[in-house]
T-cell receptor, first 113, second 114 residues
Framework: GAGVSQSPRYKVTKRGQDVALRCDPI?????LYWYRQALGQGPEFLTY????????KSGLPNDRFSAERPEGSISTLTIQRTEQRDSAMYRC???????????FGPGTRLLVL | DQQVKQNSPSLSVQEGRISILNCDYT??????FLWYKKYPAEGPTFLIS?????DKNEDGRFTVFLNKSAKHLSLHIVPSQPGDSAVYFC?????????????FGGGTRVLVKP
């Protein structure tokens, strides 16, 4: 079956632009997570959803970062007024339910020039 | 402050021998631990997990050991195969906290030489 997909796979943008990163979870998965991974490090939690409800956004670095999952399926992570320090791999994961194994997508590599 | 640490950034092992990957954690609220494996250009894939009520979990060639008093876990791969060459991430979560968000270590790159 289809796994977690993310688009775009690569995004190059200029400082100050807004970007939207998309995550398409495994069909039927209730929980959806966003992580950010810097080069040479492990993923760091950003936020997560159960169905369409954003349950925890404690990992979002600042108010330029936001996420939504309006219909409880596809999710979008938006970064406004991008800065060079936002450059990283952004990973999405989904799980059948909140206590179940998280399955990761291939990630979106964001480069802010 | 890193709550999950993998102190060995890389490991090289001969095919057929044992690979031992180590992971230390500091947060005593963590009670569920996982290992993920990552190939280049792919997302991390789940490998094996262990709950804090156990001290060992085995799945084929992969065994995870948990020492709660030392806040230490390890992954053993026996025998190692060239296809095991990848980056391995240790992760932890606190089941009593909402959300099951994972805290990851920095990863260990394993190279299995034929």
């Amino acid at each position: 079956g289809a796994g977690v997909s993310q688009s775009p796979r690569y995004k190059v943008t200029k400082r100050g632009q807004d970007v939207a990163l998309r995550c398409d979870p495994i069909s039927g998965h209730v929980s959806l997570y966003w992580y950010r991974q810097a080069l040479g490090q492990g993923p760091e939690f950003l936020t997560y959803f159960n169905y369409e409800a954003q349950q925890d956004k404690s990992g979002l670095p600042n108010d330029r970062f936001s996420a939504e999952r309006p219909e409880g399926s596809i999710s979008t992570l938006t970064i406004q007024r991008t800065e060079q320090r936002d450059s990283a791999m952004y990973r999405c994961a989904s799980a059948g339910h909140v206590q179940e194994t998280q399955y990761f997508g291939p990630g979106t590599r964001l480069l802010v020039l | 402050d890193q709550q999950v640490k993998q102190n060995s950034p890389s490991l090289s092992v001969q095919e057929g021998r044992i690979s031992i990957l180590n992971c230390d954690y500091t947060n005593s609220m963590f009670d569920y631990f996982l290992w993920y494996k990552k190939y280049p250009a792919e997302g991390p894939t789940f490998l094996i997990s262990i709950s804090s009520i156990k001290d060992k979990n085995e799945d084929g060639r992969f065994t995870v050991f948990l020492n709660k008093s030392a806040k230490h876990l390890s992954l053993h791969i026996v025998p190692s195969q060239p296809g095991d060459s990848a980056v391995y991430f240790c992760a932890a979560s606190a089941s009593k906290a909402a959300g099951n968000k994972l805290t990851f270590g920095g990863g260990t790159r394993v190279l299995v030489k034929p």
